[in-house]
């Protein structure tokens, strides 16, 4: 139980175009879901908190318009990267973290984007 | 700024030794997570701390929050191949949430 999708997988886009990340709770309903960046070889950064119909949290530094977050179901989030460039090429992973159940969150197995 | 830093960064140990990952924070964090990473995968959440001095045991898996809430420890007892991994800590600290930059455990058999 408790598994978390993305899709896309990886995803190649044009710079100046945009991309949406889905990222889904299979056999849970979350209401609570993160995105997170990962540059190679380094930690994970926190990019916001999306809480279902409400807006998403962002961390300092992180453009909300630049990524739009929405949580629309207990089961979807939805990150939409805007007007994307190169420098957004990176490795975004979702988590999600199940209704009622302490602290615990539960991460997808991320999406590739390279923007070229 | 503030800062999460891991220490070692990287281990390699005898299979059957036993490790141990320090995180520091440089401000007061009101939480400790910790995950573990395998190679080209996804992170995994491990457990989170809450309070000052807490310590919480999974299997061979020991965690402790400082009194400070400013550092945390993982130790693992007699570790195995299955350990192999990057484990990182991240904790919040005001409105900011913050990884720290990780440890890659190697096991050796």
């Known amino acids: 139980g408790a598994v978390v999708s993305q899709h896309p997988s990886w995803v190649i886009c044009k710079s100046g175009t945009s991309v949406k990340i889905e990222c889904r709770s299979l056999?849970?309903?979350?209401?609570?879901m993160f995105w997170y960046r990962q540059f190679p070889k380094q930690s994970l950064m926190l990019m916001a908190t999306?809480?279902?119909?409400?807006?998403?949290?962002?961390e300092q530094g992180v453009e909300k318009d630049k990524f739009l977050i929405n949580h629309a179901s207990l089961t979807l989030s939805t990150l939409t990267v805007t007007s994307a460039h190169p420098e957004d090429s990176s490795f975004y992973i979702c988590s999600a973290r199940p209704q009622g159940v302490g602290y615990e969150q539960y991460f997808g197995p991320g999406t590739r984007l390279t923007v070229t | 700024g503030q800062q999460v830093m891991q220490i070692p960064q990287y281990q390699h140990v005898q299979e059957g030794e036993d490790f141990t990952t320090y995180c520091n924070s440089s401000t007061t964090l009101s939480n400790i997570q910790w995950y573990k990473q395998r190679p080209g995968g996804h992170p995994v959440f491990l457990i989170q701390l809450v309070k000052s001095g807490e310590v919480k045991k999974q299997k061979r898996l020991t965690f402790q929050f400082g009194e400070a809430k400013k550092n945390s420890s993982l130790h693992i007892t007699a570790t195995q191949t299955t350990d192999v991994g990057t484990y990182f800590c991240?904790?919040?600290?005001?409105?900011?949430?913050?990884f720290g930059t990780g440890t890659s455990l190697t096991v050796i058999p």
């Open positions: 056999d849970f309903q979350a209401t609570t």
């Open positions: 991240a904790g919040r600290a005001g409105n900011q949430f913050y």
């Open positions: 999306s809480n279902e119909g409400s807006k998403a949290t962002y």
